[in-house]
């Protein structure tokens, strides 16, 4: 069926691959990213109606004309490639191009314009990936387009929809991808883990997917560096995980010490419940203590002493007690106590 705003009277090749690839840099196959990028909507832990949604993408009539939004990681061209397939599948011809490509922009709208005035047997299709990096002309120019040919699917893309022109805004539909949680990272990881066979605790999944600002990209990447950098996994620690991660240990004690210094208890507790947290023991946080002191110019010779001989009781009676947690943070308070002026600390008994 000749669609009535097509003029040419060519008809477009409905098999040849109109996308322009040249911004791309894809994964090695062998990579993790490349091994385990998502084929299929129903490996994007999607909800069913953001799914449907996905899928009227496809239809020509009535034509769609949707921004899939989403944030850096989450697959916006994972989607726009799941589109593009099902399409070619259709033999509707498809019209690609990335709206970073600032210097070849202008070409590619050129382009666009012949290909929305060419013939098509099986319909047509735009596919924009990054329409918000358009600059303001450009979208105004699009959004002719999408109002002029209005029997063609306008699918795009963008990370943000605050730098989107009004008159393109008010003619299309915005797809949110809502973001992935923590607990889809970690069956994300898990997966990853169990495929390669690689024997790294649950726990040290956690703290990667914790560490990783909620971004699939730098959570694979993470797991890849782990795999290759630790061939045994029983050399894995929580230590070299944080490191893995950007996690500066040292730094958080030093911040632990100087909140002492400031007598803030409340968010020195706050320091250690994050190293417990990310799976550091109690006894490792007073090994610890006691290196920076050991290392450390700041404090008198006296102070030096007098903490690490408060840290080296505590850490005697550490594996007597039942509430280890709450034993810490009684150190942390006779450490403070003892940093005031004419503090004297108490027996840790």
């Given at each position: ?191 990853i883990v169990e495929t390669m066979s690689f024997n790294i605790s649950a726990a040290h999944i956690r703290h990667i ?30 230590t070299d995980i944080l490191a893995i991660c950007g996690f500066d240990e040292h730094a958080q004690i030093t911040e ?58 505590y850490s005697i009676h550490l594996h007597t007690k039942h509430d280890t947690k709450l034993f810490v943070f009684a ?19």
């Amino acid at each position: 069926m000749e669609p009535t705003e097509c003029t040419a009277d060519t008809t477009a090749d409905t098999t040849a691959d109109t996308t322009d690839r040249s911004h791309q840099s894809p994964p090695s196959a062998n990579s993790f990213m490349g091994k385990f990028k998502p084929t299929e909507l129903t490996e994007m832990y999607l909800d069913e109606a953001t799914q449907r949604t996905i899928e009227r993408c496809i239809a020509q009539s009535p034509a769609q004309r949707t921004i899939i939004r989403a944030d850096i990681g989450r697959g916006k061209s994972i989607i726009l490639d799941w589109v593009q397939l099902r399409a070619t599948k259709l033999q509707i011809a498809v019209f690609r191009f990335d709206g970073r490509r600032n210097l070849n922009i202008q070409k590619y709208m050129d382009d666009m314009a012949v290909f929305c005035k060419s013939v098509s047997l099986h319909g047509k299709m735009i596919i924009i990936d990054n329409v918000d990096s358009m600059n303001t002309g450009h979208q105004l120019t699009l959004s002719r387009y999408i109002l002029t040919y209005t029997k063609i699917p306008f699918i795009m893309a963008a990370t943000t929809t605050y730098n989107l022109e009004t008159s393109l805004r008010s003619i299309i539909d915005i797809a949110e991808i809502p973001p992935y949680t923590a607990a889809d990272h970690f069956q994300i990881a898990s997966h990853i883990v169990e495929t390669m066979s690689f024997n790294i605790s649950a726990a040290h999944i956690r703290h990667i997917v914790a560490l990783s600002n909620n971004n699939t990209r730098i959570i694979i990447g993470r797991l890849e560096y782990a795999y290759f950098a630790f061939k045994r996994p029983e050399t894995i620690s929580t230590t070299d995980i944080l490191a893995i991660c950007g996690f500066d240990e040292h730094a958080q004690i030093t911040e632990i010490f100087q909140l002492i210094a400031e007598t803030d208890f409340s968010e020195a507790i706050h320091c250690i419940d994050r190293l417990m947290d990310f799976g550091i023991s109690n006894s490792d946080i007073l090994a610890n203590f006691t290196e920076f002191l050991h290392h450390q110019s700041t404090y008198s010779v006296d102070t030096t002493c007098r903490y690490i001989s408060i840290i080296g009781r505590y850490s005697i009676h550490l594996h007597t007690k039942h509430d280890t947690k709450l034993f810490v943070f009684a150190m942390i308070g006779e450490l403070i106590d003892c940093s005031t002026v004419g503090g004297s600390g108490s027996s840790g008994e």
